[in-house]
Structures are given as C-alpha cells and as structure tokens.
C-alpha cells in the first residue's frame, strides 16, 4: 500500500493518467482484452488481483475460487501492466470485512434477487480500491453488464473524478463468455454452456429461451430478463452457474 502510494505520486507529479482493472484473479483473455483496452487510455496501467470475501455468501465458492498468482503474473506483464495490487485483506478491511456501500438502484433485481450481498460487496470493495488506486479511468467488462452499471451509478453518485469505461465480452470459438468458473465444468457441462450465447441470441422470448435452455441441458435457469440495451441471463449447469447478456439489436 506504501508502495503503491509511493508510485501512484509519481506518476502524477509527471502528470501521467492511470488506468485501473480490479479482478479476482484466476486470469483469461477477458481480463487481459480489459488490461488492453485500459493501455489505450491510460499511460500507466494498475490491475489489481483479489477475492473479495464481502461479495460471497457463507454458502459460496470463496474458498474454492480458483487461484494462481504465478500464472496472473506471468500473463499481466506480457499484456503490459505497469503495476499489479495484491491487497491484503487487513488493508482493505481494516475493521474487518463488512459491506458498508449501498448497490443503488442498478443493484436491484436481476443477479441480486438470486445474491442479494453480492453488488453492496463490490461496491464496497471497488469503493475502496479505488481509495487506494486512484485511478483516472477504470475499466469493467460487459460480461458482469449489471456489475458495470452498479459501478457507473456509484461513480456517479459520490462525484468521483474517475471514467468508467466497459470493454466487450470475450468469447471462445462456441461464443461462451470466458471466466475464470468456467473451469469448473466438465467437458459435457462445457458442451451444455456453450449454448447459452446461441439460445440469447436466437431466443427472444424470455420463457422459450428458457425452456429451450433448459432442453439443452441446463439445470435451472435464475432468470432471462431485458434490461438497459441487454437481454440478461443467469443459469446453473451442474454446480457451476453462468451469467451472459447480450446487446439487443
Ligand atoms: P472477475 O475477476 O471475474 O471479478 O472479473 C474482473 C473483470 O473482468 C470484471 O470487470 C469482469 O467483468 C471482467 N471480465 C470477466 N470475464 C470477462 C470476459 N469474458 N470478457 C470481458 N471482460 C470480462
């Protein structure tokens, strides 16, 4: 934290924008295309590498989330990250880890009738890193698109002088959107999840691209809603459960 300051002062002495992409580690392109995007931006980039315990349930995989700093480490300095933050939990909870931001008004419904802690949990953190960081812009990917607004509303609402920029959804060759739990499914499970792009896309009915997720092996299906410019989607192959929107045309 010392440091980060230390460095942070510097760069601003010799009037240099600094870009900022929290994550919770366990790095694939998506991340990476962000850390992109936020070098075309910003002239010093600061990814910061996480698992907040705040935005999971007692129920939740926290402790199961998959990590590998090495490997982050190793891919971040090849996508030309200036500076990696890996906070400890005692510097961003100093009193302990509690939420004390409100999700607003972007935070309800959706994601958070199924996890109603989870948007006050990242509020609060990207709150916080943000104290730390103080970046001039912060990118967030369009793959969490209520996670996105939720951080945009936040910004808006406490005046902070940073810009919130959303960076496109990565996809492998099926169009599933990568993340980091998707390596928690078996190569079937696979199978079924790279469905959901298709049956989004090609479903507008909410209830018909229910069902039809459901036919194509999906277990149960949290909600398809349509909101913002977005038909949202969340859903559970097996233990795993995934979230995709697209843009509706
Ligand atoms: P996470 O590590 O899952 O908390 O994600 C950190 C950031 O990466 C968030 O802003 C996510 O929205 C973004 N992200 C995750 N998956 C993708 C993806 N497939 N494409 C683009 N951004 C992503």
Redesign the pocket.
Same mark, same amino acid.
């Given at each position: 934290m010392a440091a980060l300051c230390k460095i942070n002062n510097k760069w601003k002495d010799a009037e240099l924008k600094t870009g900022f992409?929290?994550?919770?580690? +366990?790095l694939?392109e998506?991340?990476l !295309? *962000?850390v992109k995007l936020a070098l075309e931006h910003a002239d010093r980039v600061v990814v910061s590498i996480y698992v907040n315990p705040a935005q999971f349930a007692p129920h939740e995989d926290f402790e199961s989330y998959p990590r590998d700093i090495d490997s982050d480490l190793e891919k971040l300095e090849a996508a030309g990250a200036h500076l990696v933050y890996l906070p400890q939990e005692a510097e961003l909870y100093p009193d302990g880890v509690k939420i004390d931001m409100d999700a607003g008004r972007a935070g309800a419904g959706l994601d958070a009738d199924f996890r109603p802690h989870f948007f006050h949990g990242v509020a609060t953190i990207v709150r916080r890193l943000f104290d730390h960081v103080q970046p001039d812009m912060a990118?967030?990917?369009?793959?969490?698109y209520q996670? *996105?607004m939720v951080i945009r509303e936040m910004v808006e609402r406490q005046n902070l002088p940073i810009e919130i920029i959303g960076?496109?959804?990565?996809?492998d060759d099926h169009g599933l +959107? *990568? !993340? !980091?739990r998707n390596a928690y499914l078996s190569e079937s499970e696979l199978a079924i999840a790279q469905q959901m792009n298709v049956i989004l896309r090609d479903t507008p009915d909410p209830e018909a691209a229910k069902s039809a997720l459901l036919t194509a092996g999906f277990d149960k299906i949290d909600y398809i809603e349509e909101r913002w410019d977005r038909r949202l989607a969340a859903g559970w192959v097996g233990e795993t459960r995934l979230l995709d929107n697209i843009k509706i045309t």
């Amino acid at each position: 934290m010392a440091a980060l300051c230390k460095i942070n002062n510097k760069w601003k002495d010799a009037e240099l924008k600094t870009g900022f992409v929290p994550t919770m580690g +366990a790095l694939h392109e998506g991340h990476l !295309s *962000l850390v992109k995007l936020a070098l075309e931006h910003a002239d010093r980039v600061v990814v910061s590498i996480y698992v907040n315990p705040a935005q999971f349930a007692p129920h939740e995989d926290f402790e199961s989330y998959p990590r590998d700093i090495d490997s982050d480490l190793e891919k971040l300095e090849a996508a030309g990250a200036h500076l990696v933050y890996l906070p400890q939990e005692a510097e961003l909870y100093p009193d302990g880890v509690k939420i004390d931001m409100d999700a607003g008004r972007a935070g309800a419904g959706l994601d958070a009738d199924f996890r109603p802690h989870f948007f006050h949990g990242v509020a609060t953190i990207v709150r916080r890193l943000f104290d730390h960081v103080q970046p001039d812009m912060a990118v967030f990917g369009e793959k969490d698109y209520q996670q *996105l607004m939720v951080i945009r509303e936040m910004v808006e609402r406490q005046n902070l002088p940073i810009e919130i920029i959303g960076g496109p959804t990565m996809r492998d060759d099926h169009g599933l +959107a *990568l !993340s !980091s739990r998707n390596a928690y499914l078996s190569e079937s499970e696979l199978a079924i999840a790279q469905q959901m792009n298709v049956i989004l896309r090609d479903t507008p009915d909410p209830e018909a691209a229910k069902s039809a997720l459901l036919t194509a092996g999906f277990d149960k299906i949290d909600y398809i809603e349509e909101r913002w410019d977005r038909r949202l989607a969340a859903g559970w192959v097996g233990e795993t459960r995934l979230l995709d929107n697209i843009k509706i045309t």
